[in-house]
């Protein structure tokens, strides 16, 4: 069973502070998305890398994929309470199937 | 408004209950999913339609039937469903090889 694990599960900062989220695989994958998802609601796609070592910025969050295809991080700076949700990394191989992580729950406070 | 519209947001049924869960989309993507949501587990993939056919059947009992009647629509009926089965049901579209647009979701509950 391909599992991508992401660390840490939970996360508790205050605001302004910087945070870093991983999601590990075993498994190369073609592209690797990150959705947050907020209660009551669906995940939203924030982002798709598909290079090995892209990088991609989204305002104040940085995304990267690993130079093997199989790893991939966020990191966010000077976090804001908008910013608390779950995120999810998602990892496609050529098909139309994601496998999701064990996703990072991510509370900010004022 | 995602794009992707789940009815009901809410289902409380018994277990010897018939319900449906629908879904749909008018973003022109051709494949729709089925993922079940539950706490402390990654979201689980129940099914996948591709231009209205069943590419994925990912060994889900069969006391979940989904119906893709074409490819804007997706329904999950329901039928004699365990307590264990409670969960946030999501749906997803996509035009591959594109991220996927997900619903709201339906918070099941089974009594």
């Known amino acids: 069973t391909q599992l991508l694990e992401q660390s840490p599960q939970f996360l508790s900062i205050q605001e302004g502070e910087n945070l870093t989220v991983y999601c590990n695989s075993s498994?190369?994958?073609?592209?690797l998305q990150w959705y947050r998802q907020e209660p009551g609601e669906g995940p939203v796609l924030l982002v798709t890398?598909?290079?090995?070592?892209e990088v991609k910025k989204l305002k104040r969050l940085t995304f990267q994929f690993g130079d093997a295809r199989k790893d991939s991080s966020l990191h966010i700076t000077a976090a804001q309470p908008g910013d608390t949700g779950l995120y999810l990394c998602a990892g496609a191989h050529n098909t139309d199937k994601l496998i999701f992580g064990t996703g990072t729950r991510l509370q900010v406070f004022p | 408004e995602t794009g992707v519209t789940q009815t009901p947001r809410h289902l409380v049924m018994g277990m010897t209950n018939k319900k449906s869960l629908k879904c749909e989309q008018h973003l022109g993507h051709n494949a729709m999913y089925w993922y079940k949501q539950s706490a402390k587990k990654p979201l689980e993939l129940m099914f996948v339609y591709n231009f209205k056919e069943q590419t994925e059947n990912n060994s889900v009992p069969s006391r979940f039937s989904p119906e893709c009647p074409n490819s804007s629509h997706l329904f999950l009926h329901l039928h004699t469903l365990q307590p264990e089965d409670s969960a946030l049901y999501l749906c997803?579209?996509?035009?591959?090889?594109?991220?996927?647009?997900f619903g709201s979701g339906t918070r099941l509950t089974v009594v």
């Open positions: 498994s190369v994958f073609s592209s």
């Open positions: 997803a579209s996509s035009r591959n090889p594109s991220g996927y647009t």
């Open positions: 890398v598909v290079t090995g070592g």
